[in-house]
């Protein structure tokens, strides 16, 4: 099946700082990119959906300023978290989506766990 | 997107078959139903998929009810690596193709 890769896997900051996680496909150009985040014994959250060069759209619920999303490339979306706070810390997830036909499934990354001190 | 409603949790003998029941009664006739699984700590593994017909791979098979209100997930011969949580979702065919995940079933392989 596709492949999709996530970096980095793990990422531990301090209160305040931004941290930046990528999302890749690597087999397959993907027109559209979706963020999820998952908290401890919870389901996924979808967070915004990302299309190659355009703002994505965010889930109500969650700041766009604060969880920044760009999809500058048919196989890169990178999500920013910006002035991170202890609640943030989370699995960050992302899945990609290849174009053709109406059935095409998601395929999803393996996760970023973020820890905020 | 339609909700979908499943069992919090299950426990299967390893070898036997797992059956994973699924709702989703309002379910409108340009949906799909997936299923995906996620083992602790990664991503969720596409299992499989179907629309109307039942589906078979080589990972399960899916049975839709005529109707579409329902659905179960058929693990044949489970295994201890089976265990993980299922979600059943309901997607859309078109529009932005969002997947809402619902609880999930956690299914428990036992030896």
């Known amino acids: 099946g596709a492949v999709v890769s996530q970096h980095p896997s793990r990422v531990i900051c301090k209160s305040g700082t931004s941290v930046k996680i990528e999302c890749r496909s690597l087999d397959f150009q993907a027109t559209t990119m979706f963020w999820y985040r998952q908290f401890p014994k919870k389901s996924l959250m979808l967070m915004a959906t990302s299309n190659e060069g355009s703002k994505a759209t965010y889930e109500q619920g969650v700041e766009k300023d604060k969880f920044l999303i760009n999809h500058a490339s048919l196989t890169l979306s990178t999500l920013t978290v910006t002035s991170a706070h202890p609640e943030d810390s989370s699995f960050y997830i992302c899945s990609a989506r290849p174009p053709q036909g109406l059935a095409e499934t998601q395929y999803f990354g393996p996760g970023t766990r973020l820890l905020v001190l | 997107d339609a909700k979908t409603t499943q069992p919090p949790s299950m426990d299967c003998a390893e070898g036997r078959a797992a059956n994973l029941p699924c709702n989703h009664s309002?379910?409108?006739?340009?949906?799909?139903v997936y299923w995906y699984r996620q083992i602790h700590s990664q991503g969720p593994q596409y299992i499989i998929h179907?629309?109307?017909n039942n589906e078979t791979n080589e990972m399960a098979s899916l049975i839709i009810t005529e109707d579409r209100k329902s659905s179960t997930l058929i693990l044949p011969h489970a295994t201890l690596r089976d265990t993980a949580v299922y979600y059943c979702i309901v997607r859309a065919s078109s529009g932005t193709y969002k997947y809402i995940f619902g609880t999930g079933t956690r299914l428990k392989v036992l030896a």
């Open positions: 309002t379910i409108s006739g340009n949906e799909y």
């Open positions: 179907g629309l109307k």
